[in-house]
């Protein structure tokens, strides 16, 4: 039973367009959110997050949007650039839980087109 | 900038062996997580620490897989006997997670073939 689902294994988007990726959850008890991305070879790398009590967040090109109500949340890249191409993967947490355990989604590969 | 140091990087080695990844997580971080990642399943957790007590490792095979945390700057996992479908990248991860700072850190995995 997976708890976080990225439904899209790939995306593919020109150089200076927006990136959208998608991330949907059903454990209703998850309140913090993560995005990570991986370049092959290396290790998922911590980008940006969100807390349930707000529905948006942003640092720089990114911005990540969170719906509670649909258990859904986005990210969106804007420019993109080549060097965003990577697998990105949603994370979820549930704090009340006391573990700060990260449920992960399988990842979507983004490819930026130049 | 400081990192989590994992070793082997890569790990080829046959069926029914014993297979030992370690990890250094960054000094000073409490938490440490163990990942597996494989093309079906996606990032797996499979064991946890907190201030070097296991917390959680029921997404380990428990008859195969053993998780240790011998002091704060070593991290083990151990596979007795190895079997192909334990080859994956394992990762470790450590971070602060009380200080509401989930951004953990990964090591760059260790990538294990089992033939």
């Known amino acids: 039973d997976q708890q976080v689902k990225q439904n899209s294994p790939s995306l593919s988007v020109q150089e200076g367009r927006i990136s959208i990726l998608n991330c949907d959850y059903t454990n209703s008890m998850f309140d913090y959110f993560l995005w990570y991305k991986k370049y092959p070879a290396e290790g998922p790398t911590f980008l940006i997050s969100i807390s349930s009590i707000k529905d948006k967040n942003e640092d720089g090109r990114f911005t990540v949007f969170l719906n509670k109500s649909a258990k859904h949340l986005s990210l969106h890249i804007v420019p993109s650039q080549p060097g965003d191409s990577a697998v990105y993967f949603c994370?979820?947490?549930?704090?009340?839980?006391?573990?700060?355990?990260?449920?992960f989604g399988k990842g979507t590969k983004l490819s930026v087109i130049p | 900038d400081a990192r989590v140091t994992q070793t082997p990087r890569h790990k080829v080695t046959e069926m029914g062996q014993e297979v030992t990844m370690r990890c250094q997580p960054i000094l000073g971080h409490n938490t440490v997580f163990w990942y597996r990642q494989t093309m079906m399943q996606g990032l797996e957790l499979l064991a946890y620490?907190?201030?070097?007590?296991?917390?959680?490792d029921s997404g380990m095979p428990k008859d195969r897989f053993s998780a240790e945390m011998p002091d704060a700057t070593l991290a083990t996992l151990k596979i007795q006997p190895s079997e192909p479908r334990d080859s994956a990248v394992y990762f470790c991860a450590s971070g602060l997670p009380l200080t509401r700072s989930y951004g953990y850190t990964f090591g760059s995995g260790t990538r294990l073939t089992v033939v």
């Open positions: 994370a979820a947490s549930d704090s009340g839980a006391g573990s700060y355990q990260l449920t």
């Open positions: 620490f907190r201030n070097r007590a296991p917390l959680d």
